[in-house]
T-cell receptor, first 113, second 114 residues
Framework: AQSVTQPDIHITVSEGASLELRCNYSYGATPYLFWYVQSPGQGLQLLLKYFSGDTLVQGIKGFEAEFKRSQSSFNLRKPSVHWSDAAEYFCAVGGESQGNLIFGKGTKLSVKP | KAGVTQTPRYLIKTRGQQVTLSCSPISGHRSVSWYQQTPGQGLQFLFEYFSETQRNKGNFPGRFSGRQFSNSRSEMNVSTLELGDSALYLC?????????????FGPGTRLLVL
C-alpha cells in the first residue's frame, strides 16, 4: 500500500537551532517526493521536490531534503530555524503516471524565541 | 501570474444541504485536483480532472462529485451534507498530469456543517 509516515506530530525548536523533520514512505514504483508547508489559514506551498538524480535537494527558504532509498526516507532539514518557519509541514509521495499525491499527517513546527 | 483561486473561502451549511465549491486554476494549467483536509484524516485526495475528464478518484462516497469546464475551471459538489464533511477543501492545479508536474495549491474553502 502507498503511504507516507511523519512520526513527529509536533516539534518545538529554538530560533537559530537546526531542524530535521522525518518522513518515511511506502510506494511500489519509483517515488516522486515532495515537502509542502502550510501556514495557518493558508494553502500549501511547495518547499522542494525529488524526482531523480542527486539525492540531496535544495528548496526555498533555506530548506533541503535527502532521499535515502535504502531507508525509504526523505527527511527535511534546515541549519538555522527562523521564527517565521513556524507552520505545519507535509511530506507527500506521487508517481510518474499518478496525478494525485499521498500526504503524511503533517508535523507542526513551533519556534521558541 | 495569479495563483489558484477558490470561492467561497468560508461556508456554513446545515446537514442535508448541498454545496458547490469553485476553483480557478493558474492560467494555462489544465489539471485540477481536489483534496479534503481534516484534523483527524489529514489531507485526502478527492479527484483529479484533466481536459474536462475525471482521471482519478479517491475513496469518497458518491455524494462527492466534480466537473471541469473547457476553461479548466473546476467545481466540486457535495450533496446531502453530513457533519463529517466539515473540512478545508483544497484545490491544486498543474500544467499537465502526473506527479512530475508541480501542484500549486489554492487557499482552500473552509466548510462548516452544522
Amino acid at each position: 500500500a502507498q503511504s507516507v509516515t511523519q512520526p513527529d506530530i509536533h516539534i518545538t525548536v529554538s530560533e537559530g537551532a537546526s531542524l530535521e523533520l522525518r518522513c518515511n514512505y511506502s510506494y511500489g514504483a519509483t517515488p516522486y517526493l515532495f515537502w509542502y508547508v502550510q501556514s495557518p489559514g493558508q494553502g500549501l506551498q511547495l518547499l522542494l521536490k525529488y524526482f531523480s538524480g542527486d539525492t540531496l535537494v535544495q528548496g526555498i527558504k533555506g530548506f533541503e531534503a535527502e532521499f535515502k532509498r535504502s531507508q525509504s526516507s526523505f527527511n527535511l532539514r534546515k541549519p538555522s530555524v527562523h521564527w517565521s518557519d513556524a507552520a505545519e509541514y507535509f511530506c507527500a509521495v506521487g508517481g510518474e503516471s499518478q496525478g494525485n499525491l499521498i500526504f503524511g499527517k503533517g508535523t507542526k513546527l513551533s519556534v521558541k524565541p | 501570474k495569479a495563483g489558484v483561486t477558490q470561492t467561497p473561502r468560508y461556508l456554513i451549511k446545515t446537514r442535508g444541504q448541498q454545496v458547490t465549491l469553485s476553483c480557478s486554476p493558474i492560467s494555462g494549467h489544465r489539471s485540477v485536483s481536489w483534496y479534503q483536509q481534516t484534523p483527524g484524516q489529514g489531507l485526502q485526495f478527492l479527484f483529479e480532472y484533466f481536459s474536462e475528464t475525471q482521471r482519478n478518484k479517491g475513496n469518497f462516497p458518491g455524494r462527492f462529485s466534480g466537473r471541469q469546464f473547457s476553461n479548466s475551471r473546476s467545481e466540486m459538489n457535495v450533496s446531502t451534507l453530513e457533519l463529517g464533511d466539515s473540512a478545508l477543501y483544497l484545490c491544486a492545479s498543474s500544467p499537465l498530469r502526473g506527479s512530475q508536474e508541480t501542484q500549486y495549491f489554492g487557499p482552500g474553502t473552509r466548510l462548516l456543517v452544522l
